[in-house]
């Protein structure tokens, strides 16, 4: 399955920004998806993993109530809605997918799409 990320840009504190992960080559619905994000000099960090079935989604305590991931089937693609952002949320955004939940919980899922970039200013 390749992946390709999108949405990302420039928002102000408090604002929000909605990206996208597409997929081709595979239907994404019969994967987990997970979103993780880097900071420059600073290691990747998970932000969220999400299981189609049944729509469940599991988010790191630090976007927690602010960021919200859903999935359409019909454009094969995962978004994630972000809202309330803070400056400390600036980084690059990856989505990744996995056949297994348990590695897109780990951060080791075998597919990866490019990052996109996400810059909250203060």
């Known amino acids: 399955v390749q992946l390709q990320a999108s949405g990302g840009g420039l928002v102000q504190a408090g604002g929000s920004l909605r990206l996208s992960c597409e997929a081709s080559?595979?239907?994404?619905?019969?994967?987990?998806v997970g979103w993780s994000r880097q900071a420059p000099g600073k290691e990747r960090e998970f932000v969220l993993a999400?299981?189609?079935?049944?729509?469940?989604?599991y988010y790191a305590d630090s976007v927690k109530g602010r960021f919200t991931v859903s999935g359409e089937n019909a454009k094969n693609t995962v978004y994630l809605q972000m809202n309330s952002l803070k400056p400390e949320d600036t980084a690059t955004y990856y989505c990744?997918?996995?056949?297994?939940?348990?590695?897109?919980?780990?951060?080791?899922?075998?597919?990866w799409g490019k990052g996109t970039q996400v810059t909250v200013s203060s």
């Open positions: 080559g595979r239907t994404l619905n019969n994967y987990a």
């Open positions: 990744a997918a996995d056949l297994v939940y348990s590695r897109v919980l780990r951060g080791d899922s075998n597919y």
């Open positions: 999400f299981a189609w079935t049944g729509g469940s989604a």
